[in-house]
Nanobody, 121 residues
């Protein structure tokens, strides 16, 4: 069973950058697709970006396209989300999730505990 731990969240001003990390233990992350999701208070959990097992196929929500980059280092059992040009509307708890399939819906088998990202104007 894979355990996921997110890190790298924090508070930044609009226009700033953060890099989130999703580190896996208890399993080989290279066997899984990984998705980053976010959930703001009172809103649903929405997909931000996904990456397949090799890193060769990625997907981005329209709201983050051109600003966020998902990548993975299978040797380190870690997936990253580089977030640039952050906006106040990016404020949310960010979760990483892993599954055998690449999904754009929140039906992944394994989830991290989430990390808070707060962007002030």
């Amino acid at each position: 069973q894979v355990q996921l731990v997110e890190s790298g969240g924090g508070a930044v001003q609009a226009g700033g950058s953060l890099r989130l990390s999703c580190a896996a233990s208890g399993g080989t992350l290279s066997r899984y697709a990984v998705g980053w999701f976010r959930q703001a208070p009172g809103k649903e959990r929405d997909v931000v970006a996904t990456i397949n097992w090799s890193g060769g196929d990625t997907y981005y929500a329209d709201s983050v396209k051109g600003r966020f980059t998902i990548s993975r280092d299978n040797a380190k059992n870690t997936v990253y989300l580089q977030m640039n040009s952050l906006k106040p509307e990016d404020t949310a708890v960010y979760y990483c999730a892993a599954d055998r399939l690449v999904l754009k819906s929140p039906y992944y088998d394994y989830w991290g505990q989430g990390t808070q990202v707060t962007v002030s104007s």
